[in-house]
Each structure stands twice: as C-alpha cells, then as structure tokens.
C-alpha cells in the first residue's frame, strides 16, 4: 500500500512563496506519475501539477510560470515549489500518485494566500 504525506503548507502573504512536500511511502516510486491537486471550498479538485516518471511535467495555466513541480527519487519525495502566491491559490493541496489504473491521494495540506 501507497502512503502519501504532505507537508508545508500554511498562511502566506500575497507575492509570498511556499515549497510543499509529499513523502511518498511504498514501492516503485520512481514509476509513478506524481502530481499535485488542489481543491478550494465550493470548487472541485484540479490538477496542478503532474510529473512524470521521466520528469516531464504539466501545469494548470492558472501557475505556469508561478509553480515548480519536482520529485527526487532517491528521497521518495516530490516538491511543489509556489511563487508569487495569489489569494485564488488558496486551497488545500493534496498530492497525488498514479500507476496505471491506481491512484492514491495524501492527506493534504492547506495553503492560505492572505494579507
């Protein structure tokens, strides 16, 4: 079994930057897609950020250009570095595995962008 834990999310001012973190317990890591979702109150759960097992990556339109997904395969871990954070960023995070068919979600974390 999969077991996903995210960390470092909190309160950030407007502009400010997060790195998120998702430690990813279980075999066969480096040939999962990982990704990273995000679900604000009354919306549904989107895509952010995805990577693949050979690094290539996708971005919502909505932080191309603002967030950096990376994973590191020796750490099991993958990274959502967040830049030039926006109130609309809001959400809790969740990180995501997928192999094939199966999917596993984290726990989440939630990411507030206020002043």
């Known amino acids: 079994q999969v077991q996903l834990v995210e960390s470092g999310g909190g309160l950030v001012q407007p502009g400010g930057s997060l790195t998120l973190s998702c430690a990813f317990s279980g075999s066969m890591f480096s040939r999962y897609v990982m990704g990273w979702y995000r679900q604000a109150p009354g919306k549904q759960r989107e895509l952010v950020a995805a990577?693949?097992?050979?690094?290539?990556?996708n971005y919502a339109d909505s932080v191309k250009g603002r967030f950096t997904i990376s994973r590191d395969n020796v750490k099991n871990t993958v990274y959502l570095q967040m830049n030039s954070l926006k109130p609309e960023d809001t959400a809790v995070y969740y990180c995501?595995?997928?192999?094939?068919?199966?999917?596993?979600w984290g726990q989440g974390t939630q990411v507030t962008v206020s002043s």
């Open positions: 995501n595995a997928r192999l094939t068919t199966f999917y596993y």
């Open positions: 990577i693949t097992s050979g690094g290539s990556t």
